[in-house]
Structure formats: structure tokens, C-alpha cells
């Protein structure tokens, strides 16, 4: 008994499949006493026997392939049943160079006994070979000994390689946990960037919170449309915030501020003596965005002369300095932006369209502060905020008439006007009071006033509602068609309709 308790043990202390091995080789050295043990194992990739054990007293290791019959283990493995050779030199084939070499120091006497070990699913996962004298090798084949401990062997191999996926699947399991909740994490961090970055609450900005979001996620080239001062860079910077290139550049040009014959060598930079003026080498902004991201604002006033060049360059990302002798590269995300009709100009032929394509792989609409006034007090309170902490002073609150006023008005500048106004307000209102409509110079109190304020409309002309609905309604559409010069694609777009309803709404509507 007490034996039999150390045996159980011994194979309890074998953790891992190397463990088991040695325990194996070790249990037929102090049980069996061959001349000679081969533990043969089949590697996970089911080509090679990968051998160890011993022979007269030397460690051995050597790699048999599966398929090879130069040597006697592939034919016991194939066939799944035990096998003995009583003499190795005319007996068993062997061929095969390393075993030969192996078996130098046996005499002819020596035979071979080897024993398929095979898993659960019957499948032999390794050969047992014994070397020793006919004598030895019959009474081992004959006894029930060696085959049970093949069989506890190959049992206690499949606890551990069962172990071994489980543990595997666990580790997966909580690798792929650690994954969701660290995308859990960033979502979260992401969402509370964009809400404190892009103000409001309707759902034209939650909307495009959302696409600001997905756009961050892929490298392909982003086209913002807008109106002037709609926030369009703010959503360009947004994108590179939220992306894998955030820690890297955001580099931003304004191609309508540069002259023409400036603005290559602002986008590649140039070498020393290009050109008159130049004294050393300058760096241009597509290298400087290498890693990041490279906004061109108001990409619609670019001269058609750059248009070709940047098609290039958004093709194969190369670029070559003005003066320079060979091409270098720039790994960066191109965000662009305008408030040009960009498809009109397209038609007539004012835009590259190939270059057009290439900047609208991902198209996002700004829609104009006037289509949603839900989103002004929160503005409002947000710069009148970061007013008070730039400056640190104190600022009551807005006043709800002076507020009903702006909600009212039309803002042509959009977002950029609403931030003027607040401000040119913050200061002329004394510390700790209410902003006032009074507090505006009299030319921008004139401005705000003068458009017609829908809350002091008393709609008492009002006749018929639904006949009042269809002239705002087709007085909406009207006045997008000629922003957009007609097309109708980018109007159904900024009124967040599909183009054939928008086409249905101006048939019926008598729009053109």
C-alpha cells in the first residue's frame, strides 16, 4: 500500500508535460531497468516526433519525423498497436541516420518493445520504446505492468492538456474582458471629450458627436462641410483627438489665407537656395503631420495648380521639398474642411473631382446654429463659463429675455458670432450681475434686434396651419437650394432628410 501511495504522489507532483515525461522515464529506469527508453511525443504541429531518454546510462534527444518509415516508431504510431523487435540489426528497419547513431553502443542482441500511447479519443499522442535483450522485451509484452502504466500515462497527459485549454480559455477569457472594459473605458472617455468639446443637445450635434466618433476610428480621408463659423475645425481637432493619433501632430493650414504662390512651400517646405529669400532649409507641414493628422481648412479656395500636387501626395503620401533631389514620406490622417459647395465647383470644373473623391471617403455636415436653437442656452452657458475663468471674473447669469432674443436670431456667423457676442457682453457687464441685451454696443444690439424674432411674432395673420407650414417648409428648402446652388444631395443631407424625400417635399411643395 504505502507503494502504491508513493507512486500516486510521485504522479501528482507532474504539472506539466515535460514533468510527466520525466516522471515516466523515471518510473521505467527504477521499475523496469531496459538497457535503453525513448518517450517519443507528437509536437502540436502532428509532423514530428520529438524524442528523449536514454541509452547505456547517456541522455538522448533527437527528432523523428511521423511520416518517416526509415525509422520503426512511425510504423507502431500508424498502426496504434504495440510492437517488438528481438534484434535491431536485420530486424526492424532502420534507416534513418540519428537512430542509427543512437544505437552504436547496442550489440546485436539488443531488440526493441515500443508501446502506442493513446488519449481518450483513441488518437496516439506518443511511441514508448524499450531497448533491452528478446528475453526482457517478451516478458514485458506478455505482462499487463507496462501497459497500465502506458495507459496512467496517457490519462493523467490528457488532465493536464485539459487543464492546459481551460486554463488557456480563462486566460482568453479574461484577456477579452480586460479588451471591453478598456474599450468600455475609452468609449466613456471619448463621449465625455466630445460632449465637453462639441455643446449641445439636439440631434443634429448628437448625431454628429456619433460620426465624429466613428470617423476617429478609421484612416480614411474626412471632408467637414459647414457654414463659416459652424465649428468645423473644432470637429477636425475632435477627430485627432479621438483617434490612435492623438499624442501625435495635429497640423492645420488655412488655404484660403496663404497666397498662391506661397502655399507649396508652406504644405512641403523647401531646401536652402530653392529660391530667392530662401536661407536655410524649412521644414514644411505635411512632414510636421508625420504621425498625425493634417487639417486643410477652406480646401475649396485651394488654386487648382495645388490640387493636382495634393492629389499626389494623398496617393502615395510622398512628397518632394521645393529644391529637394528626392521624395520623402509622411505617414498622416487628412482632415479637410470648407463651406464651399465643393460638387458644384466640381461642375464647373473649378474642383479637381478626382481630388473631391479622395477628400469625401467620409463626409460629415455641420449643421448652422440657427437649425438648432435647443443647443443656444447651453452655448451660452459654456462660454459665458470659460469667459469667466479666462478672465477671472465673475459673471451672473444670462438674462431669460436677452436669451429668448438669441434663440431668436438667425446668427449668418453661427457658433463663432454667439461666442462674440457673449464675450463683448461678459465685459461690458460689471462683476457678479446679470448679462443684459443692454450690455451689447449699440450696433451689435441692432444687429440681434433687427432680425425678425419669431418670439415676438404674434402669428395673429395665421389662417390656415397647414397651409402656413408648407411656405416655411418650402421657404426652408428654397433658401438651402441656393446655398447649395441646387444641388440637392448636400441640401437633404444638411436638412437631415433622404434626397428622395426631398425631392417628393419639392415636387409637391412646387420648389425648383
Known amino acids: ?9 510521485s504522479l501528482t507532483r507532474a504539472r506539466d508535460e515535460q514533468a ?20 517519443a511525443m507528437v509536437d502540436v504541429s502532428g509532423r514530428e516526433l520529438a524524442c528523449r531518454g536514454w541509452m547505456r546510462e547517456q541522455p538522448v534527444e533527437l527528432t523523428l519525423g511521423v511520416d518517416d518509415f526509415s525509422h520503426p516508431l512511425a510504423f507502431v504510431l500508424h498502426k496504434g498497436q504495440a510492437r517488438s523487435w528481438d534484434s535491431l540489426y536485420g530486424g526492424a528497419r532502420i534507416e534513418h541516420p540519428h537512430f542509427r547513431t543512437m544505437l552504436a553502443n547496442f550489440c546485436q542482441h539488443c531488440g526493441l518493445h515500443a508501446v502506442p500511447l493513446q488519449g481518450q479519443d483513441g488518437k496516439t499522442v506518443a511511441v514508448l520504446a524499450l531497448f533491452d535483450i528478446a528475453p526482457q522485451l517478451q516478458r514485458w509484452s506478455e505482462g499487463d505492468e507496462l501497459g497500465l502504466l502506458a495507459k496512467v500515462f496517457a490519462g493523467q497527459l490528457d488532465l493536464i492538456r485539459d487543464l492546459g485549454r481551460s486554463r488557456r480559455g480563462e486566460s482568453a477569457l479574461r484577456d477579452s474582458l480586460r479588451q471591453i472594459k478598456g474599450e468600455g473605458e475609452l468609449r466613456r472617455q471619448q463621449d465625455a471629450l466630445l460632449a465637453s468639446q462639441f455643446i449641445g443637445q439636439s440631434g443634429a450635434v448628437r448625431r454628429l458627436r456619433e460620426q465624429i466618433g466613428q470617423a476617429a476610428g478609421h484612416r480614411l480621408s474626412v471632408l467637414v462641410q459647414g457654414e463659416t463659423g459652424s465649428g468645423k475645425e473644432v470637429v477636425a481637432r475632435l477627430i ?10 495635429f497640423i492645420a493650414i488655412n488655404c484660403a489665407a496663404i497666397p498662391e504662390n506661397l502655399i507649396e512651400s508652406e504644405l512641403f517646405g523647401y531646401q536652402k537656395g530653392a529660391f530667392s529669400g530662401a536661407q536655410s532649409n524649412k521644414l514644411g507641414l ?14 475649396g479656395d485651394m488654386p487648382q495648380t495645388m490640387q493636382a500636387k495634393l492629389l499626389r501626395v494623398l496617393e502615395t503620401r510622398s512628397f518632394r521639398p521645393l529644391g529637394g533631389e528626392k521624395e520623402l514620406h ?16 466640381v461642375e464647373e470644373g473649378r474642383f479637381r473631382q478626382d481630388l473631391y473623391h479622395r477628400l469625401c471617403q467620409c463626409l460629415l455636415m455641420v449643421t448652422p446654429l440657427r437649425e438648432r436653437p435647443d443647443d443656444v442656452h447651453l452655448l451660452c452657458e459654456h462660454f459665458i463659463a470659460q469667459f469667466a475663468a479666462q478672465e477671472g471674473k465673475p459673471v451672473g447669469p444670462l438674462q431669460r429675455s436677452f436669451l429668448k432674443q438669441l434663440v431668436g436670431y438667425d446668427f449668418p456667423g453661427n457658433v463663432r458670432e454667439l461666442k462674440n457676442l457673449l464675450e463683448v457682453a461678459c465685459v461690458h457687464t460689471q462683476s457678479g ?41 418650402a421657404s426652408v428648402i428654397e433658401a438651402r437650394l441656393r446655398h447649395f446652388r441646387g444641388n440637392r444631395m448636400l441640401v437633404a443631407q444638411s436638412l437631415n432628410i433622404p434626397k428622395r424625400t426631398l425631392d417628393h417635399k419639392c ?6
Open 433 to 473: 450681475q446679470e448679462i443684459r441685451l443692454e450690455a451689447l454696443p449699440a450696433e451689435l444690439k441692432a444687429r440681434v434686434c433687427s432680425e425678425p424674432g419669431r418670439q415676438h411674432d404674434d402669428f395673429y395673420h395665421i389662417r390656415d396651419l397647414r397651409q402656413a407650414m408648407q411656405q416655411y417648409e
Open 240 to 249: 485627432h483627438q479621438c483617434s490612435d493619433r492623438a499624442d501625435q501632430p
Open 1 to 9: 500500500m504505502e507503494q502504491a501511495l508513493e507512486f500516486a504522489l
Open 507 to 512: 415636387q409637391k411643395l412646387e420648389v425648383n
Open 330 to 345: 509622411s505617414d498622416f490622417r487628412l482632415v479637410a474642411a470648407t463651406h464651399q459647395p465643393l460638387e458644384q465647383h
Open 20 to 39: 510527466l515525461g520525466d516522471w515516466l522515464l523515471a518510473t521505467l529506469k527504477e521499475g523496469w531497468q531496459p538497457q535503453g527508453a525513448l518517450l
Open 286 to 299: 505635411v512632414a510636421q503631420a508625420n504621425g498625425g493628422t493634417l487639417f486643410l481648412d477652406e480646401v
